[in-house]
Structure formats: structure tokens, C-alpha cells
């Protein structure tokens, strides 16, 4: 797996959350479960996407657990039962998962057990442990799906 180092701004996300259960299995479950829900959701409160659409999945740990929050960029307004989030200024190690969600935690052993200390770099301490960043090259199921896995890092 290849990897960047980039930094991004801060930016705001509206989105939804549920907490994730604890074993790999369940979470992919529980995780797919809930992206039909936020998108029949985002349907449901006008929020369509554009042909150049971006969606975000964080992974929160708090006190009551790991929490799994789909997202989209804000958008003027916040329909009800979405809340904001606001990601604040970071590095990042980002690299892709390619191929069929069911294999991302392949994708994610490789970036924490490899890349990330192969790459001299320390997981940031932030509101969150990583996000996703989907676009037009994912597709669910897919060999040739991508999706981008973005890490917080030490500058």
C-alpha cells in the first residue's frame, strides 16, 4: 500500500452516528446497516448528492465506546436529526482500500501495523481515530472500488 502525507484544513460535516459493537463482524454489519439508513435519510431531507459527491465515515472513541458517524460536507442547512462536526487543521497519513468493503479491515491492519510505523509518523491525538473520504470511485461491493483512509498524524 502507498501513502501520502497531507495536510488539510479545518472543515465541517453534518452526519448521524451509532455505536459500533466491539468484533470486526458485527461492526461491518452494524456499519453497512447504517449507511442505508443516513442515505435514506439524506434523501428524505433533500441533502442529494452532486455528480462530484463526497461522503465521510469518522471512527470516535469515547468513554461509552467506538462510534461509526457517516457524514457529508455542510450544507446551508442541518436537517433535523443530523449534527455538525467540525474537523480541525491536521496532517494526515492517507492511503486507499481498494476492493469490496468486506476486506477494509485488511486495508486497516496494513495501515496500522505497516505503513503507519514504517512511516515514522505518531497517530495524532484528535476527536477521532481516522475518517474515510468516499467519491465517485467507490462502489460497495466492487474489486475496483476505492476509498481513501485518512489517519491524523504528528507533523
Excluded at 50 to 65: C, D, F, I, M
Excluded at 121 to 137: N, S, T
Aim: charged content about 20%; hydrophobic content about 35%.
Amino acid at each position: 500500500m502507498d501513502y501520502r502525507i497531507e495536510t488539510r484544513g479545518a472543515f465541517c460535516v453534518m452526519g448521524q452516528e451509532v455505536k459500533l459493537a466491539g468484533t470486526k463482524t458485527e461492526n461491518v454489519k452494524i456499519s453497512s446497516q447504517f449507511w442505508q439508513t443516513f442515505n435514506q435519510n439524506l434523501k428524505r431531507s433533500g441533502c442529494t448528492g452532486s455528480p462530484n459527491w463526497v461522503k465521510y465515515a469518522l471512527l470516535q472513541r469515547r468513554t461509552e465506546g467506538l462510534f461509526y458517524t457517516p457524514a457529508v460536507p455542510l450544507q446551508s442547512t442541518v436537517p433535523p436529526g443530523f449534527f455538525v462536526l467540525e474537523l480541525p487543521a491536521a496532517t494526515y497519513l492517507v492511503t486507499q482500500h481498494r476492493g469490496p468493503m468486506r476486506n477494509i479491515y485488511s486495508s486497516y491492519e496494513t495501515l496500522y501495523r505497516t505503513l503507519l510505523p514504517n512511516s515514522g509518523r505518531r497517530p495524532a491525538q484528535q476527536q477521532f481515530l481516522h475518517f474515510e473520504r468516499y467519491d465517485d470511485r467507490f462502489y460497495w461491493n466492487r474489486e475496483s472500488s476505492i476509498l481513501e483512509l485518512w489517519v491524523p498524524v504528528e507533523p
